[in-house]
Structure formats: C-alpha cells, structure tokens
C-alpha cells in the first residue's frame, strides 16, 4: 500500500527548457527516492487545472490498468506494483529518467528502440497514441521503458467518442485533431491520429517516419 503524501508532480522538459506537463489524463506523482511513479485518476486534475468528467476519468483509468496488464510480460512496459480501485490510482516502478529530460543526441540514439515497442504493440492487434520521447523513459541500467498505456487502442476498435477524448487533449492537439479524417461527426478515430503521428512525431530532431509500417492496418 502507497500513499502519495509528500510526493511531487513530474513533469517533461518544453522547448525553452522549462518544466511543462506530460499529459492531461492523470496526475503523475514521484516519491522522493524517484522509483515509484503513482498515476492518479482524478476529476480534480490539480496537475492541468481540468475538471474531468467521471466518465472520462473511468474510461482512461480502466486502459491504463488493462493495458499494463496486457503487456506486463515484456521487458519495456513498467512492473505494477498497486492498484487502488476505489482511489483510481496506479503505482509503477520508475528508476530513471524521461527520454524528453536528455541531450537530443541522446534522445536520438533511443528512436530505434522505441519503433522496435511501437511494432510490438500493434502485432498485438493495438496502437498507442502516446509515442512521443517524453513517453518514455531510460533506467539506469540503460533500458527503455514506456508509460501512458491509457492511450492504446484496438485497431478493430479506434472511435472514441468525442466527449471523452477533447477533456484530454491539449489545446495544441484539439487544433490538429478537430477535423476530418481525424474526427469523425462526435467522434475521433485513433487510428488516424496514430498514423498521423507515426509520420510526423519526432525525437530529437528525427521523424518516427513509421506510418508505411502500417497503412494497411483497419
């Protein structure tokens, strides 16, 4: 049992340098000793200042926990160490450092590594919008690792409806995703915006430049 007192919010590094949030879904909280990453499911996001609807939390609360679940086995994906229903909250092991945090060249030298999780996933039948460096993080051991299993979706399943999705997304990404192909009527495909990504997202200054692995993926 973990209690989250006293410990503090992680954040990611923005382009200037200065601390900017990881994602708008949970409140990411590190205890002191930096090896206990606690994901808090919460209405109340203090970390983003959004009120979150229940359903909203619900919906990514129960990906996070089935999908660290599915993929518990491989070496990339953290170890579990609790789950709190009642407080929807999910603690997993974090003994490192988020690949946004390094020089570019160091970041660079991950990219391979995260293609190689990326094309893992989806043999698995699913695709995980959360692909960005900051996504992930390296031990201190050297390995690569990768968090925010709440945005992995079935690719025989990728609408989700639109209520859901825009209470977490980023101001930046409701421009890029408001529009078809990317959202259809009330709901947004995950499938295009994970293709859309795949050829677009960089690390460091590299493309991803994966979107031909999977255009004949429906």
């Known amino acids: 049992m973990y209690t989250i007192k006293n410990w503090r919010y992680l954040y990611k590094i923005d382009t200037q340098g200065g601390k900017c949030v990881l994602q708008h879904t949970y409140e990411p909280y590190i205890n002191k000793q930096q090896t206990v990453l606690c994901l808090n499911f919460t209405c109340n996001n203090l970390y983003t200042n959004k ?28 170890k579990i160490l609790d789950i709190d229903l009642n407080k929807k909250q999910i603690f997993i092991d974090f003994d490192g450092i988020l690949c946004n945090h390094l020089e570019t060249n160091k970041i660079e030298s991950f990219i391979d590594q995260a293609r190689s999780i990326i094309r893992t996933i989806a043999r698995q039948g699913f695709g995980k919008i959360s692909m960005h460096s900051h996504c992930f993080f390296v031990t201190r051991r050297g390995n690569l690792r990768t968090i925010d299993f709440f ?11 639109s209520e859901i999705v825009e209470e977490i997304l980023s ?48």
């Open 51 to 78: 009120l979150l609807g229940e359903k909203t939390v619900d919906f990514f609360f129960e990906r996070e926990a089935t999908n660290l679940q599915r993929f518990q086995s491989y070496e990339w994906c953290p």
């Open 171 to 218: 101001p930046d990404s409701v421009l890029a995703f408001s529009k078809f192909p990317f959202r259809k009527n009330d709901q947004y495909d995950m499938l295009e915006i994970y293709k859309f990504l795949l050829a677009n997202d960089t690390w460091g200054s590299i493309k991803l430049g994966m979107k031909e692995d999977f255009d004949n993926v429906n």
């Open 151 to 161: 945005s992995c979706f079935p690719f025989h399943e990728s609408l989700v409806s």
